[in-house]
């Protein structure tokens, strides 16, 4: 007899073999107990799931012989075997009509189809369509199954599958019963190939089942499938050097000798497994993929030990590096890494940003930072020297020399004296760098008293006595293109391009949808249509999201205009909103320091000290929008 393959040998034959699918066995169950039966479902999900399956299952309960009972004598147990149960799972049963529609798409294939329908079974007790991927039928096809599919005939059953549901009309959904099958997780996955692997009698490791089970990516036909690749792939075992060679996946053991490097905080070792990596040409996006992936592990094995995964053999090890990490160093190693990942696509090439990624990692890693105790202890002056122990011994023995070779400050004058002392906290948190600078000022020479000031204490206080503040002048009166009238629509009820200027802010628009609009140039107003000249170097922003939103802001006006947009030059006479923002922005600017140079105590604080002022750090006021 030939090789049968796993998926078809392990197929599911009976609602009590189903795996995974518990909420849809459950309905269909109870449906067939009750009687409670519909005439036609749908059994939706990705690929391998199990939807070609169920509909054999239901139609194996509707037709069996053996285990029916009642009126009807459906059952939700078939005996499999029965001529009935035996036919379908063999293919044979001429009462379950199963259609192929990515094959059969035309409204001709459908009617020919259906002119059998009012026809009784010939050998069941019901006759079943079971129709594939029913979302490749045509408009026609459709529609020429409806009326059927609403009012079959009692002794008829629909099963439609489809993997794509939301191409179905909504008239053919409304008459479905529908059931969504769900994605297999990686451990149902396992489960389920690690007692057919025990049936089997096929040696296997537990990390490469999960291997297999990611790479199904939740449809078990293809797990089973990935399965007999192994099994031939490893010479009748199903190894996890084998399944990783096969599948083209990086060798787990170099994620977890990088992560072993940023538990040493050994950057000499972090390079090198890098350089090792290199050597095997990895998909470097994908090495940052599965470290961050171990750090979630990790974060998981410190507040929720029992809840690690074994999914690559490795608990024993995870638990063991969870325990070398700090709870904060895990948080900002996933966080460096996630961003890291975003920024590979700017990286000049991938090893580099993985590199810097991880060297990023330790870059910004807390050194010399204790945790805090479970009770305030009394801190001391040596705290901060201290809490810096691992820093070099050479930096040590200058701070020491430096210390031991000051003199004796002099005594403070009375007044500091009458000053609270600092707080603990405050002296604790003092480094060798502050006792460095203290003891700097401590040998700085004095100044001698003997010598001239460059300044005058008369200068000084002439210069620091105010002088009354000059009367503000009137401001100027707004220009007539910044100041919206009361009735933004003009006499002829239309916009023209200084309107626009003058009311754009009042539109209240925001986002990319302002910076769009606020490159544009009204080009014309016909009263039903406002079309926008739009600067080519900003096109790949237009949407048409921003035209309905511009849309409402302009009826919020009184304006109920449909928008387009006209990719063209603009206009060199005319502004845009955005130019007119900038210029406005540089004419305050040039008034603000126009201002600063006219201002006597500037000019005072000039010629004493000879000042000067810097243009460029002059921010002017921002310009309220109406």
Same mark, same amino acid.
């Given at each position: 007899?030939?090789?049968?393959?796993?998926?078809?040998?392990?197929?599911?034959?009976?609602?009590?073999?189903?795996?995974?699918?518990?909420?849809?066995?459950?309905?269909?169950?109870?449906?067939?107990?009750?009687?409670?039966?519909?005439?036609?479902?749908?059994?939706?999900?990705?690929?391998?799931?199990?939807?070609?399956?169920?509909?054999?299952?239901?139609?194996?309960?509707?037709?069996?012989?053996a285990n029916g009972r009642?009126?009807?004598?459906?059952?939700?147990?078939?005996?499999?075997?029965?001529?009935?149960?035996?036919?379908?799972?063999?293919?044979?049963?001429?009462?379950?009509?199963?259609?192929?529609?990515?094959?059969?798409?035309?409204?001709?294939?459908?009617?020919?189809?259906?002119?059998?329908?009012?026809?009784?079974?010939?050998?069941?007790?019901?006759?079943?369509?079971?129709?594939?991927?029913?979302?490749?039928?045509?408009?026609?096809?459709?529609?020429?199954?409806?009326?059927?599919?609403?009012?079959?005939?009692?002794?008829?059953?629909?099963?439609?599958?489809?993997?794509?549901?939301?191409?179905?009309?909504?008239?053919?959904l409304s008459r479905c019963?529908?059931?969504?099958?769900?994605?297999?997780?990686?451990?149902?996955?396992?489960?389920?190939?690690?007692?057919?692997?025990?049936?089997?009698?096929?040696?296997?490791?537990?990390?490469?089942?999960?291997?297999?089970?990611?790479?199904?990516?939740?449809?078990?036909?293809?797990?089973?499938?990935?399965?007999?690749?192994?099994?031939?792939?490893?010479?009748?075992?199903?190894?996890?050097?084998?399944?990783?060679?096969?599948?083209?996946?990086?060798?787990?053991?170099?994620?977890?000798?990088?992560?072993?490097?940023?538990?040493?905080?050994?950057?000499?070792?972090?390079?090198?497994?890098?350089?090792?990596?290199?050597?095997?040409?990895?998909?470097?996006?994908?090495?940052?993929?599965?470290?961050?992936?171990?750090?979630?592990?990790?974060?998981?094995?410190?507040?929720?030990?029992?809840?690690?995964?074994?999914?690559?053999?490795?608990?024993?090890?995870?638990?063991?590096?969870?325990?070398?990490?700090?709870?904060?160093?895990?948080?900002?190693?996933?966080?460096?890494?996630?961003?890291?990942?975003?920024?590979?696509?700017?990286?000049?090439?991938?090893?580099?940003?993985?590199?810097?990624?991880?060297?990023?990692?330790?870059?910004? +890693? %807390?050194?010399?930072?204790?945790?805090? @105790?479970?009770?305030?202890?009394?801190?001391?002056? *040596?705290? $901060? !020297?201290?809490? =810096?122990?691992?820093?070099?011994?050479?930096?040590?023995?200058?701070?020491?020399?430096?210390?031991?070779?000051?003199?004796?400050?002099?005594p403070v004058p009375a007044?500091?004296?009458?000053?609270?002392?600092?707080?603990?906290?405050?002296?604790?948190?003092?480094?060798?760098?502050?006792?460095?600078?203290?003891?700097?000022?401590?040998? +700085? %020479?004095?100044?001698?008293?003997?010598? @001239?000031?460059?300044?005058?204490?008369?200068?000084? *206080?002439? $210069? !620091?006595?105010? =002088?009354?503040?000059?009367?503000?002048?009137?401001?100027?009166?707004?220009?007539?293109?910044?100041?919206?009238?009361?009735?933004?629509?003009?006499?002829?009820?239309?916009?023209?391009?200084?309107?626009?200027?003058?009311?754009?802010?009042?539109?209240?628009?925001?986002?990319?949808?302002?910076?769009?609009?606020?490159?544009?140039?009204?080009?014309?107003?016909?009263?039903?249509?406002?079309?926008?000249?739009?600067?080519?170097?900003?096109?790949?922003?237009? !949407?048409?999201?921003?035209?309905?939103?511009?849309?409402?802001?302009?009826?919020?006006?009184?304006?109920?205009?449909?928008?387009?947009?006209?990719?063209?030059?603009?206009?060199?006479?005319?502004?845009?909103?955005?130019?007119?923002?900038?210029?406005?922005?540089?004419?305050?600017?040039?008034?603000?320091?126009?201002?600063?140079?006219?201002?006597?105590?500037?000019?005072?604080?000039?010629?004493?000290?000879?000042?000067?002022?810097?243009?460029?750090?002059?921010?002017?006021?921002?310009?309220?929008?109406?």
């Amino acid at each position: 007899m030939s090789y049968q393959v796993l998926a078809r040998k392990w197929r599911p034959r009976t609602f009590h073999e189903l795996v995974g699918q518990a909420h849809v066995q459950r309905a269909l169950v109870n449906a067939l107990d009750q009687g409670r039966l519909h005439h036609a479902y749908l059994f939706t999900g990705t690929r391998g799931v199990g939807k070609t399956t169920l509909a054999r299952i239901l139609a194996k309960c509707l037709n069996c012989t053996a285990n029916g009972r009642g009126d009807e004598g459906i059952t939700s147990t078939p005996c499999g075997q029965c001529d009935s149960c035996q036919a379908i799972d063999e293919g044979r049963f001429v009462d379950l009509i199963e259609v192929d529609a990515a094959s059969r798409t035309k409204v001709e294939d459908t009617r020919e189809l259906l002119d059998n329908v009012q026809y009784a079974p010939t050998q069941g007790r019901y006759k079943v369509y079971l129709i594939d991927e029913v979302h490749m039928l045509s408009t026609s096809s459709f529609n020429a199954l409806l009326k059927t599919l609403e009012e079959p005939p009692p002794h008829v059953k629909f099963l439609l599958a489809t993997t794509d549901p939301q191409k179905l009309p909504a008239t053919v959904l409304s008459r479905c019963l529908q059931f969504t099958l769900k994605h297999m997780p990686p451990e149902r996955v396992v489960e389920h190939l690690t007692f057919v692997l025990g049936q089997e009698g096929v040696d296997y490791d537990e990390s490469a089942l999960w291997l297999l089970g990611k790479a199904a990516e939740g449809s078990m036909r293809d797990a089973m499938s990935l399965t007999d690749q192994a099994i031939a792939f490893g010479q009748g075992a199903v190894r996890h050097a084998d399944v990783a060679a096969m599948l083209g996946t990086l060798d787990h053991r170099h994620v977890l000798a990088l992560v072993d490097a940023l538990a040493d905080v050994d950057v000499q070792k972090l390079l090198a497994e890098v350089a090792q990596l290199a050597e095997q040409g990895p998909d470097f996006a994908a090495v940052l993929d599965e470290l961050t992936a171990i750090l979630h592990r990790l974060a998981v094995a410190q507040m929720v030990p029992d809840a690690v995964d074994n999914s690559h053999g490795d608990r024993a090890q995870i638990q063991q590096l969870a325990s070398r990490f700090t709870a904060e160093d895990i948080q900002l190693y996933y966080q460096i890494g996630i961003q890291g990942r975003g920024d590979m696509v700017h990286a000049p090439d991938l090893r580099s940003a993985l590199e810097m990624t991880l060297l990023r990692m330790l870059a910004f +890693r %807390p050194q010399g930072v204790p945790k805090p @105790p479970a009770t305030p202890l009394p801190l001391r002056r *040596e705290t $901060a !020297a201290e809490a =810096s122990a691992p820093a070099d011994a050479a930096t040590d023995t200058v701070y020491s020399v430096d210390e031991s070779s000051a003199k004796k400050p002099e005594p403070v004058p009375a007044a500091a004296e009458d000053e609270p002392p600092a707080p603990a906290e405050v002296q604790a948190a003092t480094s060798p760098n502050d006792t460095h600078v203290e003891v700097a000022e401590q040998h +700085r %020479p004095e100044l001698s008293s003997e010598a @001239p000031p460059p300044w005058s204490l008369e200068d000084v *206080e002439s $210069a !620091a006595t105010l =002088s009354p503040e000059p009367e503000p002048e009137p401001p100027a009166p707004p220009s007539t293109a910044m100041t919206p009238s009361a009735d933004p629509v003009s006499e002829h009820g239309r916009w023209d391009h200084a309107a626009w200027l003058a009311h754009f802010d009042a539109l209240g628009l925001g986002g990319l949808t302002r910076n769009l609009a606020a490159h544009c140039q009204l080009q014309s107003d016909d009263g039903q249509t406002v079309i926008l000249r739009l600067d080519p170097s900003q096109s790949a922003m237009q !949407a048409d999201v921003h035209n309905g939103r511009i849309e409402r802001a302009l009826k919020a006006l009184g304006m109920a205009r449909n928008v387009q947009f006209s990719v063209a030059e603009l206009d060199t006479a005319l502004e845009t909103p955005r130019q007119q923002e900038e210029r406005q922005q540089q004419e305050r600017h040039a008034q603000a320091v126009d201002l600063l140079h006219h201002d006597p105590n500037i000019q005072k604080l000039q010629q004493a000290f000879g000042a000067t002022l810097i243009e460029s750090s002059v921010k002017p006021t921002p310009a309220s929008r109406s």
